[in-house]
């Protein structure tokens, strides 16, 4: 299965958001099928990273739509974005990838993160870079030109009925509906009407 084009990333956040839930994120052999996203946009979020820092700005200058952006969160996890970028409006954004459900390499998967528990192994940003091995070193790298990192369709996808929730883990724009997650799936982070 091919990566998704670049032109998929050429939209705004939130429908990128949305419509990932059910794709895959692949890296080196390992792969899951995306449970949970959270859409941040330039405009009018003071969470997003380009409301705020220059050097992120910088970033979506200078880097097409689909490329990942990799940041080390409180000095202790990497967490995994990918680039947007509304071609209507020109406004920017990042897509962050919050919770897998392991569907290849799971054997290096669990000695990656120290753990047998399927649900527990990719439910929550820093708990799937660290299963699929992502790390600082893959920051800028494309997710649209091969299939060894790359965000792709599943090959076999469920049907994942939808729901919408408030972001997690954020100290800012708080209030804004623009997690995503597959309805009822155990392997979320954090449930629907969960998030404090």
Known sequence: MRPFSPDFFTRDP???AR???????VHEGCSGLILETEAYHEVDDPACHLFTR???RAFARNHPPGTAYVYLNYGVHWLVNVLCL???TGHAGFVLFRALDPLAG???MEEQRGTTD????CSGPGKLTAALGIHGGHHEQSLVSDTVFCLRPSRSAPSLAIATDRRIGISAGQDLPWRFLAKDHPGVSVPVGKAR
Request: hydrophobic residues 45%; proline residues 4%.
């Open 54 to 56: 220059p050097s992120a």
């Open 106 to 108: 799971i054997d290096r």
């Open 19 to 25: 419509e990932l839930i059910g794709a895959e994120l």
């Open 86 to 88: 509304d071609e209507r």
């Open 14 to 16: 939130l429908a990128c």
């Open 118 to 121: 399927l649900r527990r192994l």
